[in-house]
């Protein structure tokens, strides 16, 4: 999967203006994504495997918005399947493709973003 086809080119252009308009923004945001995102993962899959269904959603919307904000569309998509899984799908061949499907996801989505800061020179 090639970076332009993971980030958001619209998402993308708004993140390099505030790095224009503030050096350093985007380097803290992709930041604190990166370690966050890994976190937000894990507390999917601990309410996923007690059948914490709020748990799993709120923190699947939580990774889903931090995804749109910077623009990893695929992340933010697989992040919003796990969020609207329905008790009755658990364990069940659709929930445990969403699952795969986010897991796949996420290092797609670090990597692309952890790129694009190669290209942004360093604030100060």
Request: charged share 20%.
């Amino acid at each position: 999967m090639t970076e332009s086809a993971i980030l958001d080119p619209k998402a993308l252009e708004l993140l390099r203006s505030l790095e224009q308009d503030s050096p350093g923004a985007m380097r803290q945001l992709v930041g604190l994504f990166v370690t966050d995102a890994p976190a937000q993962l894990k507390k999917i899959e601990a309410a996923y495997r007690l059948g914490d269904l709020e748990g799993v959603r709120q923190a699947a919307h939580f990774l889903r918005s931090g995804s749109m904000a910077l623009g990893v569309t695929q992340l933010a998509v697989a992040s919003h399947a796990v969020e609207r899984l329905e008790w009755a799908q658990y364990g069940q061949v659709v929930a445990q493709q969403c699952m795969l499907q986010l897991r796949a996801e996420l290092p797609h989505a670090l990597n692309a973003l952890l790129d694009e800061l190669e290209n942004v020179s360093p604030a100060g």
